[in-house]
């Protein structure tokens, strides 16, 4: 049986690879770069059978072997960018590269005891005990064999060049989603790269975590604003379509951000509550949600807290164990 397609040149040397997910969203996108006789790849996908099948497939379909793909460049730590790093680094010989700010993240990523820290953490704001006999879910439990990353070769900081034959790949670090995310500007072609920072249908989780930063929204924000200032022709993000208009993304976006900060500014006006809780109202919570997904939309809503906090027009303090919130 012929293998339907899953590469496609978007840019004169630039291929989009979907490979699949075994959960939602089911598809990331994963690019592969052509400079001359050196090929790089910019992020992974996750580490299934399933997904590096499609990735050898695709590479053949455009002749490009292994050996010649010479970089391996992420945009961030998660197990869909990162997690079959260390089995393409193997396969390829290629060097990888990452921003120094994920590296403790990989290996926090990667356990599966339940840290104290966490726990308290989660129950300082206000999250219930999850009622499954296992206790609190980790990164390491959850993902298991799907993540199977290696520790990078060469950092990626802000303004770096990083080289692909003949091709020069600019960095730009867009902190948020993650603490060192970082997008791929392409000037001579006007294309951008941009992981999750800049998705055209969903906006990415930016969440409040024990392990800080302590206001990743203002930064993920702010590097909205940083991406319009490139001149761009094409888009190309980790989930759903390439698109043409970054400006315009990157300002719904922000406006998304603004209304929610609304919403939760009200739920709290004369009225003191957990993130937990601030979660509970703003989200909808059907039954039988997964425990993770309540962990997502608390600290989704921690991050907002925290904006408004830095902003002074909230006021946090402790109330019997309890870190809650009142407006101003
Ligand atoms: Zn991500």
């Given amino acids: 049986m012929a293998m339907e397609s899953k590469i496609r040149e978007v840019a004169p040397g630039i291929y989009q690879i979907y490979l699949p997910l075994p959960m939602r969203p089911s598809i990331v996108n994963v690019y592969l770069v052509r400079g001359g006789d050196e090929w790089a790849l910019i992020?992974?996908?996750?580490?299934?059978?399933?997904?590096?099948?499609?990735?050898?497939?695709?590479?053949?379909?455009?002749?490009?072997?292994?050996?010649?793909?010479?970089?391996?460049?992420?945009?961030?730590?998660?197990?869909?960018?990162?997690?079959?790093?260390?089995?393409?680094?193997?396969?390829?010989?290629?060097?990888?590269?990452?921003?120094p700010l994920e590296v403790p993240r990989v290996e926090r990523m990667q356990s599966s005891i339940p840290m104290p820290e966490a726990q308290a953490f989660f129950r300082s704001h206000g999250v219930p005990a999850p009622d499954s006999p296992d206790g609190q879910p980790t990164p390491g439990r959850y993902f298991g064999t799907l993540y199977a990353p290696v520790?990078?070769?060469?950092?990626?900081?802000?303004?770096?060049?990083?080289?692909?034959?003949?091709?020069?790949?600019?960095?730009?670090?867009?902190?948020?989603?993650?603490?060192?995310?970082?997008?791929?500007?392409?000037?001579?072609?006007?294309?951008?790269?941009?992981?999750?920072?800049?998705?055209?249908?969903?906006?990415?989780?930016?969440?409040?975590?024990?392990?800080?930063?302590?206001?990743?929204?203002?930064?993920?924000?702010?590097?909205?604003?940083?991406?319009?200032?490139?001149?761009?022709?094409?888009?190309?993000?980790?989930?759903?379509?390439?698109?043409?208009?970054?400006?315009?993304?990157?300002?719904?976006?922000?406006?998304?951000?603004?209304?929610?900060?609304?919403?939760?500014?009200?739920?709290?006006?004369?009225?003191?509550?957990?993130?937990?809780?601030?979660?509970?109202?703003?989200f909808d919570f059907g039954q039988d949600r997964p425990y993770f997904q309540l962990l997502a939309a608390t600290f989704e809503t921690l991050a907002h807290l925290h904006l408004l906090m830095y902003e002074d027009k909230v006021r946090r303090f402790e109330d019997d164990g309890k870190v809650k919130f009142i407006s101003q």
């Fill in 151 to 282: 520790l990078p070769d060469h950092p990626l900081d802000d303004g770096d060049t990083v080289r692909i034959g003949n091709r020069e790949l600019i960095v730009v670090w867009t902190p948020g989603h993650t603490a060192g995310h970082c997008c791929f500007y392409f000037p001579a072609d006007k294309v951008l790269i941009v992981g999750d920072h800049l998705l055209p249908k969903i906006t990415p989780h930016v969440g409040v975590y024990h392990f800080g930063p302590d206001n990743p929204l203002r930064d993920f924000l702010d590097s909205q604003q940083k991406v319009q200032k490139f001149d761009v022709e094409l888009v190309l993000p980790a989930h759903g379509a390439v698109f043409k208009d970054h400006r315009y993304r990157a300002q719904q976006i922000i406006q998304h951000h603004k209304y929610r900060l609304q919403e939760m500014h009200g739920t709290i006006k004369g009225r003191a509550r957990t993130a937990y809780e601030v979660a509970m109202e703003i």
């Fill in 43 to 99: 992020d992974t996908g996750m580490h299934s059978e399933d997904s590096i099948a499609t990735f050898k497939a695709a590479l053949a379909e455009v002749g490009c072997p292994l050996s010649a793909v010479r970089k391996l460049v992420c945009t961030h730590h998660h197990p869909d960018h990162f997690g079959t790093s260390r089995t393409y680094k193997e396969l390829t010989g290629a060097e990888v590269y990452l921003n």
